[in-house]
């Protein structure tokens, strides 16, 4: 492939550029010689990495290895290609903070579910390797064993739920052979409800599975029994799975950030919705986040409004960082109308990869960017994406995903939304679902000419999503060509506005405590409430708190919330103390709570002073009923002591009886 070094240099130009032919056979001693120099080190060929990290040796953790070949080189645009490969080797250059793990230990104990021989065969294979026990369902006829090397039993299971080293399943039907089992195995007397655990399950049923996104459930290994490949594969997968684990934690949760609940009312459910394997469930007044079950797709954190979950692999304003170190590269070397396909490395670095092998390879203005998942991708970094210059933003998935990707999707129409809201017109943001690399090479062809923003923005910033979506919709509004003030969004934003029936609100300030971020507030002078959007991430809480149901939520993106100062929602006259003259309540409150008692409770007697103390504030409501001697039990009826087991004894005892009549004698004419 040609090296355009001179576009690699203007890209890069705080970096020594070393050009090289042969870098792994012939020119090996120049990787030494500049490997001795200190510093990172970024080397442009991933196919020798293997080479490259031995003689590097103690070297090996401060280098990076990006794919300049497949991705930009090898293509009928190679030529052209230098700008990309500038913006790929600075994407390389940016630091990735190391994420955390969690382990999962297995000791082998194996459920091999199946309904007949094809399961006890699959046992056989396993038997030397893993504790065996196969569990057959339905009625099909399985000759018994000369010898019994494993157990075989019949049971159906009825729930499963755990993960690679801890599952529990719930089996009904549950039977064990007969010893005197002849032709067929016969079954002893079913029991249901019972528990079964063990650390991998083999599910050749061929029935549903019994796990939501089973492929992304660790352990839990399924193959259709009518394909004895696939039954091979699986039992392969199964017999490595012994020993411990190390899994990333792929997403850390800050509980107090959380908006789920408050006081047992639901607010923001947005990550339970989205969560393909069930690993985040309610807790109390927020969620928790299973990371052994957890599968790392980033749906939770791409969609939660308040930053309680954020992705560790990468974080994301790491993510930022990479996407504006390539971007401002490709520009700096002289790219323009800069596509970013986001692709994970599984599916879409094969696809890119058999595409510049067998077809025309990538665009030279199509810059790939690899993430752990697709859906990680949150809006911040799409909203960055265009400050920073790119013209379009394409979406790499299977055409037949593993999990729902609804997140994704919801990611893309609010993204579309605000850029078309600002000038960017065309269809800017899409993704493309194909396993075929021809189909993703006519996809992008396909791509209609769209200019970036005139001014790109070179912005650099760390902190929660939250934070980096204010900075990025700041950022790409200043830059954009048609800017507006406010632009409507779907629903389940992370931005808006909230409406109040200001007729029906009473001030009694529920929504205050409820919300989490303090968008909602009070004013411990006067009864008011007040509203600040930049805070709002449309939680939900306040309206489901509010007891008139009189809040309204909008979502929406105003750019002039950052600097707006707390808009007054409701504002009413303070009810001063008549005896004081102390603030202590709302005025129209306590004038209607008056109205309601006087003369309509026995202890406010139409004309009576004893109301006064209603218009009072606390202290002076004590004084009062201090220097008036107020009773408030004079004037009621007094009722009769409680009848207490002696009185009833009492009462029995002293009850006259009625005598028995003589018996009936002869009969008188």
């Known amino acids: 492939?040609?090296?355009?070094?001179?576009?690699?240099?203007?890209?890069?130009?705080?970096?020594?550029?070393?050009?090289?032919?042969?870098?792994?056979?012939?020119?090996?001693e120049r990787l030494r010689n500049t490997a001795a120099v200190a510093g990172p080190l970024i080397v442009g060929c991933t196919q020798?990495?293997?080479?490259?990290?031995?003689?590097?040796?103690?070297?090996?953790?401060?280098?990076?290895?990006?794919?300049?070949?497949?991705?930009?080189?090898?293509s009928t645009e190679g030529p052209q290609a230098g700008p990309k490969m500038a913006g790929l080797l600075a994407a390389a250059s940016e630091p990735v903070?190391?994420?955390?793990?969690?382990?999962?230990?297995?000791?082998?104990?194996?459920?091999?579910?199946?309904?007949?021989?094809?399961?006890?065969?699959?046992?056989?294979?396993?038997?030397?390797?893993?504790?065996?026990?196969?569990?057959?369902m339905g009625a099909a006829p399985v000759a018994p064993q000369a010898t019994t090397p494993f157990p075989i039993v019949r049971g159906t299971i009825r729930n499963a739920r755990g993960h690679l080293g801890a599952f529990s399943l719930t089996i009904d039907g549950y039977a064990v052979p007969r010893p005197s089992s002849r032709a067929a195995l016969a079954f002893e007397t079913a029991r249901s409800g019972l528990t079964s655990q063990c650390d991998i399950v083999l599910d050749l049923s061929g029935g549903p599975a019994l796990f939501a996104a089973h492929d992304l459930r660790d352990g839990y290994l399924r193959a259709d029994p009518r394909d004895p490949s696939a039954m091979l594969r699986a039992v392969l997968r199964a017999r490595d799975l012994v020993g411990s684990f190390d899994k990333p934690r792929y997403v850390d949760f800050t509980a107090e950030l959380c908006a789920h609940s408050r006081s047992g009312l639901i607010g923001c459910h947005r990550c339970l919705d989205l969560c393909p394997?069930?690993?985040?469930?309610?807790?109390?007044?927020?969620?928790?986040?299973?990371?052994?079950?957890c599968a790392g797709c980033g749906q939770c954190t791409a969609a939660c409004p308040t930053g309680a979950a954020t992705y560790a692999l990468p974080p994301a304003d790491t993510l930022l960082h990479t996407l504006r170190a390539m971007l401002l590269a490709y520009r700096n070397a002289g790219g323009s109308d800069a596509i970013v396909l986001v692709h994970d490395g599984e599916h879409g670095s094969a696809l890119i990869d058999a595409l510049a092998r067998h077809g025309d390879g990538l665009a030279a203005n199509v810059l790939p960017l690899a993430v752990n998942e697709v859906t990680e991708v949150g809006l911040e970094a799409v909203i960055a994406a265009f400050a920073y210059g790119a013209a379009a933003i394409r979406f790499l998935v299977r055409a037949r995903p593993r999990h729902d990707i609804a997140g994704l999707h919801h990611t893309i129409a609010m993204a579309g939304t605000i850029t078309s809201g600002l000038g960017l017109t065309?269809?800017?943001?899409?993704?493309?679902?194909?396993?075929?690399?021809?189909?993703?090479?006519?996809?992008?062809r396909t791509i209609a000419p769209a200019p970036a923003v005139a001014h790109?923005?070179?912005?650099?910033?760390?902190?929660?999503?939250?934070?980096?979506?204010?900075?990025?919709?700041?950022?790409?509004?200043?830059?954009?060509?048609?800017?507006?003030?406010?632009?409507?969004?779907?629903?389940?934003?992370?931005?808006?506005?909230?409406?109040?029936?200001?007729?029906?609100?009473?001030?009694?300030?529920?929504?205050?405590?409820?919300?989490?971020?303090?968008?909602?507030?009070?004013?411990?002078?006067?009864?008011?409430?007040?509203?600040?959007?930049?805070?709002?991430?449309?939680?939900?809480?306040?309206?489901?708190?509010?007891?008139?149901?009189?809040?309204?939520?909008?979502?929406?993106?105003?750019?002039?919330?950052?600097?707006?100062?707390?808009e007054i929602l409701k504002e009413e006259e303070p009810a001063l103390c008549i005896r004081c003259n102390t603030p202590f309540g709302i005025k129209s409150t306590i004038d209607r709570i008056a109205v309601r008692l006087e003369g309509r409770?026995?202890?406010?007697?139409?004309?009576?002073?004893?109301?006064?103390?209603?218009?009072?504030?606390?202290?002076?409501?004590v004084i009062a009923m201090s220097e008036q001697q107020f009773d408030p039990f004079a004037g009621v009826p007094k009722r009769a002591p409680p009848r207490t087991t002696?009185?009833?004894?009492?009462?029995?005892?002293?009850?006259?009886?009625?005598?028995?009549?003589?018996?009936?004698?002869?009969?008188?004419?």
Not at 11 to 27: F, M, N, P, Y
Not at 51 to 68: K, P, Q, Y
Not at 601 to 621: E, I, K, Q, S
Not at 646 to 669: K, V
Request: net charge negative; charged share 30%.
């Open 646 to 669: 002696d009185d009833y004894l009492r009462a029995r005892d002293t009850e006259p009886r009625d005598e028995p009549a003589p018996p009936a004698g002869p009969e008188t004419r």
């Open 277 to 293: 394997t069930g690993a985040i469930t309610p807790d109390g007044d927020h969620v928790r986040i299973n990371a052994e079950v």
């Open 601 to 621: 409770h026995w202890m406010y007697p139409a004309g009576d002073r004893r109301l006064d103390t209603v218009r009072m504030c606390a202290d002076c409501r």
């Open 456 to 566: 790109p923005a070179t912005f650099r910033t760390v902190g929660k999503r939250r934070d980096l979506l204010r900075i990025a919709l700041h950022e790409l509004h200043r830059a954009a060509p048609s800017p507006v003030d406010v632009i409507a969004l779907p629903d389940g934003a992370p931005l808006g506005a909230v409406s109040v029936n200001v007729d029906g609100c009473t001030l009694c300030l529920s929504c205050v405590s409820a919300c989490p971020t303090g968008a909602l507030r009070d004013d411990p002078d006067r009864p008011v409430l007040k509203f600040v959007e930049d805070s709002c991430v449309q939680c939900g809480l306040c309206q489901s708190t509010c007891p008139e149901k009189v809040i309204t939520l909008t979502p929406r993106i105003d750019f002039r919330a950052t600097r707006a100062p707390a």
């Open 1 to 28: 492939m040609r090296l355009d070094t001179a576009a690699i240099r203007r890209g890069c130009s705080d970096c020594d550029i070393v050009e090289a032919r042969q870098l792994c056979r012939s020119e090996l």
């Open 48 to 74: 020798e990495a293997p080479l490259f990290a031995d003689e590097l040796d103690g070297r090996a953790h401060s280098t990076a290895f990006v794919n300049i070949r497949e991705t930009a080189g090898w």
């Open 426 to 444: 065309g269809r800017r943001i899409e993704a493309i679902a194909t396993d075929d690399p021809d189909a993703l090479d006519a996809a992008l």
């Open 97 to 136: 903070p190391p994420h955390p793990f969690v382990t999962l230990s297995s000791e082998g104990v194996i459920l091999i579910y199946g309904r007949d021989d094809v399961a006890v065969e699959a046992g056989r294979l396993l038997a030397d390797h893993l504790d065996v026990t196969v569990m057959l």
